[in-house]
């Protein structure tokens, strides 16, 4: 190896590993927030997203809304979900991905051969391939849930978008960890204050 190859490949270790250095730091604070559906990874949505607000503006149900300035000048103007206060209703049509033009929001693609995908596409016919975004891990507060106390409830049965994520014991709910995807629409519903429904982290943060 020369010396031109030997500084080009250290370089680039270099590089790599700030690059990963970069992404960890970038994961890490993205656990103060949560992304709309189908945000592609933190480092890669912060590249792609332009700030042009379109994605918030096609939320029928004002869910998305833009970060404050407080959150750092990189992430200011970024949308972000409002689960604390509102579900995410996993619109049918996914208006809010369907807006995004810089695809950081970005739907993805059936695990099947590339050129049936385009021929489906431009024939317009339907591939069946459904996904469910991961927006957070959330968890039930049973010191505060009320059938865990005695008092029989029910407020959140109905409100689940996601047929098994919610499941009942003894009139008691859990949330089914593999199958919720932390639309927090049983959160909006909860009736207790504060509510039995934490959110305990974004599905941007990794276990």
Known sequence: MDRREFFRRGLGRVAEEAVQHVDKKVVERASRWIRPP??????EFLLACTRCDA??????HDIVFPLA???????MNTPALDLLNKGCR?????PCVTACEAQALKMPVADTDEAEIDSTVESGAKTGFSPQPRLATLAIDTNNCLPYKGPECGACASACIIEGALEWQRERPSINQEKCTGCAM????CITEPKSILIIKSAQVPD
Not at 55 to 60: D, W
């Open 38 to 43: 189908f945000a592609v990874p933190e480092l």
């Open 55 to 60: 994605c918030i503006q096609a939320c029928p």
């Open 69 to 75: 300035a407080s959150n750092g000048a990189d992430v």
């Open 90 to 94: 996993l619109c049918e049509d996914w």
């Open 186 to 189: 049983c959160r909006e519903v």
